[in-house]
T-cell receptor
Framework: SQKIEQNSEALNIQEGKTATLTCNYT??????LQWYRQDPGRGPVFLLL?????KEKRKERLKVTFDTTLKQSLFHITASQPADSATYLC????????????FGAGTRLAVHP | EAQVTQNPRYLITVTGKKLTVTCSQN?????MSWYRQDPGLGLRQIYY???????DKGDVPEGYKVSRKEKRNFPLILESPSPNQTSLYFC????????????????FGEGSRLTVL
């Protein structure tokens, strides 16, 4: 069955450094992959989508890569700020149809001043 | 303002007392979905709807019902709530889903925290 794995341990980094979060998936070849940000007690907010034929996508300080051979996506935040502290979720469309997104459990990022 | 609105935001109820969590979106989206979020398990889909009068089960539909009589509304019904349905619930919508969809991004509501005693 499909599986999405994100680091369950929180990532703690210093302000100004680059944060790198990982999303691995198995038994699957998705046409695209999405990243969301979730603040405590709030709904997830869409950040970026990357398609299977795109190696890299950027949006301001965010960069996402998609390696379909490794079945992995990396999410980078450059020049990180304390305001970037949140949980980041990756999501893929279900292989049996594109009627639903399956989410990873998320990785919590804490950026310290 | 484009948004997904859920009510109530917080609810404490007792086992067996029927309740409904409402969800409404003002973006004319075809697709709507309900998720529950539990610590360590992430977001799990309960039900989804591709359009009016078209609903289908997600990964964890047991104990829930939904209806989609109008495009904007997608209520979640717990006929006989049990303590294992204590969770944080999210409604979400998107214009459409599919392999070639433009973004497929989901717009989420603010969540409804339900406690069943």
């Amino acid at each position: 069955s499909q599986k999405i794995e994100q680091n369950s341990e929180a990532l703690n980094i210093q302000e100004g450094k680059t944060a790198t979060l990982t999303c691995n998936y198995t038994n699957y070849s998705p046409a695209y992959l999405q990243w969301y940000r979730q603040d405590p007690g709030r709904g997830p907010v869409f950040l970026l989508l990357i398609r299977e034929n795109e190696k890299e996508k950027r949006k301001e300080r965010l960069k996402v890569t998609f390696d379909t051979t490794l079945k992995q996506s990396l999410f980078h935040i450059t020049a990180s700020q304390p305001a970037d502290s949140a949980t980041y979720l990756c999501a893929l469309p279900f292989s049996g149809g594109y009627n639903k997104l399956i989410f990873g459990a998320g990785t919590r990022l804490a950026v310290h001043p | 303002e484009a948004q997904v609105t859920q009510n109530p935001r917080y609810l404490i109820t007792v086992t067996g007392k029927k309740l409904t969590v409402t969800c409404s979106q003002n973006m004319n989206h075809e697709y709507m979905s309900w998720y529950r979020q539990d610590p360590g398990l992430g977001l799990r889909q309960i039900y989804y709807s591709m359009n009016v009068e078209a609903t289908d089960k997600g990964d964890v539909p047991e104990g829930y019902k939904v209806s989609r009589k109008e495009k904007r509304n997608f209520p979640l019904i717990l006929e006989s709530p049990s303590p294992n349905q204590t969770s944080l619930y999210f409604c979400a919508s998107t214009p459409r889903v599919g392999r070639d969809t433009n973004t497929g991004e989901l717009f989420f509501g603010e969540g409804s925290r339900l406690t069943v005693l």
